[in-house]
């Protein structure tokens, strides 16, 4: 079974803009695709670091020495790039979305296509997993995390009926979870609406948009001069925050401006479209669909 299938690979390597010489982050290095093409891109001199919490994605470690590769949530990169003596990058590179592997693993509980476990971390050292967050989260910080992770219209209905459910008897498995709120949603609709289900839990499990926050402040302080932030998100959440933060240099979107009128951002948007997978990308990886592509030159 493929790791996975790096999503607008050539685009994103187009993107970076790969200086030969220079020093690359790959924050989410998963199977591996992306980094092995950036370090195609390399001369000897050229360097290529690259973060990922699970332990899985170790056994994909590429064979060079031009290459390292860090056990570690992205949220601490800068903290790992100090003590290897690494000030500056030249390119930054982020592939937000979950691996089709964490998919099509029954045991990590992160589809309702499969029974399992309802888990959904990505580093399965974490403290905190799915099933503690169904059966503890009190019924206003469920309606809260449904309708702003998973933007569900009927978040406060699907929160006390988990509540109601639970006070009988505990929610530990992918089935139950699915089984249990299915009825809420029409017919039509229940695959799309329990995906959405599905990512409201998965991000709070991981902390994903708070990670994702204090990564974009340490990219700011890292990028060189002209250095490139490349990302892929894939839910409306994420691409929000990183188009925000690429075009006003802050998460609300608010333009601040100097007192000569110019906006204040570290970053010059180099596609201020959104860049999407091609017709050709699709029928080969459907899972791309969502993705959404941005990329930013530091000033």
Same mark, same amino acid.
């Given at each position: 079974m493929a790791y996975h299938i790096p999503v607008l690979l050539n685009e994103s390597i187009e993107g970076l803009n790969i200086t030969p010489d220079g020093t690359y982050l790959d924050l989410t290095f998963g199977g591996g695709g992306h980094s092995r093409e950036i370090i195609k891109h390399l001369s000897p001199k050229g360097r290529l670091i690259a973060f990922d919490q699970d332990e899985e994605a170790m056994a994909n470690a590429i064979d060079d020495s031009r290459f390292l590769l860090v056990r570690s949530n992205f949220r601490y990169f800068r903290n790992f790039l100090k003590y290897h003596k690494v000030l500056y990058v030249d390119g930054i590179l982020?592939?937000?979305?979950?691996?089709?592997?964490?998919?099509?693993?029954?045991?990590?509980?992160?589809?309702?296509?499969?029974?399992?476990?309802?888990?959904?971390?990505?580093?399965?050292?974490?403290?905190?997993?799915? %099933?503690?967050?169904?059966?503890?989260?009190?019924?206003?910080?469920?309606?809260?995390?449904?309708?702003?992770?998973? %933007?569900?219209?009927?978040?406060?209905?699907?929160?006390?009926?988990?509540?109601?459910?639970?006070?009988?008897?505990?929610?530990?498995?992918?089935?139950?979870?699915?089984?249990?709120?299915?009825?809420?949603?029409?017919?039509?609709?229940?695959?799309?609406?329990?995906?959405?289900?599905?990512?409201?839990?998965?991000?709070?499990?991981?902390?994903?948009?708070?990670?994702?926050?204090?990564?974009?402040?340490?990219?700011?302080?890292?990028?060189?001069?002209?250095?490139?932030?490349?990302?892929?998100?894939?839910?409306?959440? %994420?691409?929000?925050?990183?188009?925000?933060?690429?075009?006003?240099?802050?998460?609300?979107?608010?333009?601040?401006?100097?007192?000569?009128?110019?906006?204040?951002?570290?970053?010059?948007?180099?596609n201020r479209k959104v860049i999407v997978p091609s017709d050709e990308e699709l029928t080969r990886n459907p899972r791309s669909r969502s993705a959404k592509l941005r990329i930013a030159r530091k000033k």
């Open positions: 982020a592939d937000l979305g979950v691996s089709s592997k964490h998919f099509d693993s029954p045991e990590r509980g992160f589809s309702f296509r499969f029974e399992g476990p309802l888990d959904m971390r990505m580093n399965r050292n974490a403290p905190l997993n799915a %099933e503690q967050v169904i059966n503890t989260y009190d019924h206003k910080a469920l309606a809260k995390m449904f309708s702003l992770y998973g %933007e569900l219209t009927n978040a406060n209905r699907i929160a006390k009926t988990i509540a109601t459910y639970r006070s009988q008897e505990p929610i530990t498995t992918v089935e139950q979870l699915a089984e249990l709120v299915s009825p809420m949603f029409p017919s039509q609709q229940q695959n799309k609406m329990l995906a959405k289900v599905f990512q409201a839990i998965r991000i709070e499990v991981n902390r994903e948009m708070e990670t994702l926050r204090q990564m974009l402040l340490q990219v700011e302080q890292t990028l060189t001069t002209e250095g490139r932030l490349v990302v892929i998100a894939y839910h409306s959440l %994420e691409d929000r925050l990183v188009k925000n933060f690429i075009r006003s240099g802050n998460f609300d979107g608010e333009l601040v401006k100097d007192f000569y009128g110019n906006v204040f951002s570290s970053f010059e948007q180099i």
